[in-house]
C-alpha cells in the first residue's frame, strides 16, 4: 500500500508570491489533515477535510486555505506569502471515522520564503 | 483552550540508559492522547495512544507511557534506551468532543550517544 505522498518536496518562493502543495492520502482514506512545522513550535494544526468537506479548523489567517477533491486528494495554497510562512507543511491521513485513530504522516513539503 | 506541554526541548543520553520525557496537557474533558516518533529522516508515526481503560499503555519499540488524570500527564518512558532511538518525540492530545483536530507539544530531540 503506498503511503501519503506529498509534492512537491521543496519550494522556494519569495514575498507576495503564492504557493499550492499537493497531497494524496493513502487508498481508502477520507481525512486528510494539514498541519506546519517548525523547529520549536511543533505541529500546528491548519484545518482538516474529510469527503471534501472541511471539518476542522486552525487559528490560521485566511491566506491560508484548502480543498478536498472526489478522489480524497487534498491541496493547501497559502496567499501573499511572507517570511513566517517558511516551514515544513505535513499532511495526514486516517479513514476519518474514529476520532482514536491513527493518522499516517507524508514527509511533507518544505517552504522557503525569501 | 487546550494546549501540550513537553519540559525538556533536548535530551542526550547514554546508551542504556533509562528514559522519561514528560507531557502535560490541559483540558478540562475526557483526552485521547497520543505518541509520536520521527526519526531522522522518516515520516512521524505513532508510538502509542491512549483513550481508555488500563493507564499504562505499551507501544511499538519497547517504549510505554502512562497516563496520570489527576497530573494531566502522559509521560512516556523506555527502561534501557538503544542508539536507534534518537529521533524526535511529540505528545499529541485530542479533548473527546473537539472533534478531529490534534494539538501537540513542540516535540523533544533525543539524542543516545553510542
Known amino acids: 500500500k503506498a503511503g501519503v505522498t506529498q509534492t512537491p518536496r521543496y519550494l522556494i518562493k519569495t514575498r507576495g508570491q503564492q504557493v499550492t502543495l499537493s497531497c494524496s492520502p493513502i487508498s481508502g482514506h477520507r481525512s486528510v489533515s494539514w498541519y506546519q512545522q517548525t523547529p520549536g513550535q511543533g505541529l500546528q494544526f491548519l484545518f482538516e477535510?474529510?469527503?471534501?468537506?472541511?471539518?476542522n479548523k486552525g487559528n490560521f489567517p485566511g491566506r491560508f486555505s484548502g480543498r478536498q477533491f472526489s478522489n480524497s486528494r487534498s491541496e493547501m495554497n497559502v496567499s501573499t506569502l511572507e517570511l513566517g510562512d517558511s516551514a515544513l507543511y505535513l499532511c495526514a491521513s486516517s479513514h476519518g471515522t474514529d476520532i482514536n485513530e491513527k493518522l499516517f504522516f507524508g514527509s511533507g513539503t518544505q517552504l522557503s520564503v525569501l | 483552550a487546550q494546549s501540550v506541554s513537553q519540559h525538556n526541548h533536548h535530551v542526550i543520553l547514554s546508551e542504556a540508559a533509562s528514559l522519561e520525557l514528560g507531557c502535560n496537557y490541559s483540558?478540562?474533558?475526557?483526552?485521547?492522547l497520543f505518541w509520536y516518533v520521527q526519526y531522522p529522516g522518516q515520516h512521524l508515526q505513532l508510538l502509542l495512544k491512549?483513550?481508555?481503560?488500563d493507564p499504562l499503555v505499551k507501544g511499538i519499540k519497547g517504549f510505554e507511557a502512562e497516563f496520570i488524570k489527576s497530573k494531566f500527564s502522559f509521560n512516556l518512558r523506555k527502561p534501557s534506551v538503544q542508539w536507534s532511538d534518537t529521533a524526535e518525540y511529540f505528545c499529541a492530545v485530542n479533548g473527546v468532543g473537539s472533534n478531529y483536530q490534534l494539538i501537540w507539544g513542540a516535540g523533544t530531540k533525543l539524542i543516545i550517544k553510542p
Open positions: 483540558y478540562g474533558g475526557t483526552v485521547n
Open positions: 491512549y483513550f481508555s481503560g
Open positions: 477535510y474529510f469527503s471534501e468537506t472541511q471539518r
